[in-house]
């Protein structure tokens, strides 16, 4: 038995949703909504007490921390490895993921708060008695924070540029390859998928501007049918921002 909780626009947890999906393994959802503070209620501690998705329970077992995951669940069903067979592209796979919990989550995370997550806080304050109990006060003081505050520009503007060097980095690596590491779909690919499906959301497909190769293994991963089948479906899939913020990105272009 697998069971996941996950929150449906948590770049984490589409990381273990593509491996579950491309591996084709049965599982069932049990939804954390972040911006609820779900992941504060004690039952959920008892699972994951650093209160992040998602968490993988397998035979009544929690696994957590979503790298450590993807490679767990790559272990325990072998069939489809997602891990190259070589071992210098083994350890290019667990770099990328690595890259993406160091520097990718960081970047998006920003850009999602600005852009994504600020109106959704701004219509529906965080209950601030379970603000109080967040074990990451930095990001307790963020979300309230987020609730009245502005859109921040400058924050948006940084995290555009940590992406477009993502971006870069990505097509760097690709070199005469289509994929990220090994002759086919990977690890490294399931580490940088949230990545390419989060700049899409957020119609930022700017960053991919005079880099073709990454531009093309972006499209390569977002028509793979385990990645859309990892996608939140329409009722949760948080909208792209639209309006004067559109107008303001869009000089990225």
């Known amino acids: 038995m697998l069971e996941l909780w996950h929150e449906w626009n948590s770049v984490h947890s ?28 004690p039952e959920y501690l008892k699972l994951n007490p650093n209160a992040v998705v998602p968490t993988l329970v397998h035979d009544g077992r929690p696994v957590y921390e979503s790298s450590i995951i993807c490679e767990y669940l790559d272990e325990a069903f072998p069939q489809q490895p997602l891990m190259p067979r070589d071992t210098r592209a083994r350890a290019d796979a667990r770099r990328w993921l690595r890259y993406h919990d160091d520097v990718v989550h960081a970047a998006l995370r920003k850009v999602s708060l ?19 109990l967040h074990p990451d006060p930095e990001r307790a003081r963020g979300l309230r924070e987020s609730a009245s505050a502005p859109v921040d520009y400058a924050a948006v503007d940084e995290a555009i540029r940590q992406c477009r060097r993502i971006a870069e980095r990505i097509d760097g690596a ?80």
Do not use: C
Not at 22 to 27: G, H, S, Y
């Open 174 to 253: 690709l070199g005469q390859r289509a994929w990220l590491a090994g002759e086919g779909f990977g690890m490294a690919d399931v580490a940088m998928a949230p990545f390419a499906e989060r700049i899409d959301n957020l119609s930022m497909g700017f960053v991919w501007k005079n880099l073709m190769r990454a531009a093309a293994w972006a499209d390569r991963i977002l028509a793979k049918p385990s990645v859309r089948a990892s996608m939140a479906p329409a009722l949760y899939r948080l909208p792209a921002p639209g309006g004067e913020t559109t107008e303001k990105i869009a000089a990225w272009r």
């Open 14 to 41: 589409f990381k273990v949703r593509n491996v579950l999906s491309e591996k084709q393994l049965e599982w069932k959802a049990h939804l954390v909504e972040l911006l609820k503070l779900e992941q504060l209620r």
């Open 114 to 132: 600005q852009l994504m997550f600020k109106p959704v806080l701004a219509k529906s304050p965080p209950d601030e008695n379970a603000l109080r």
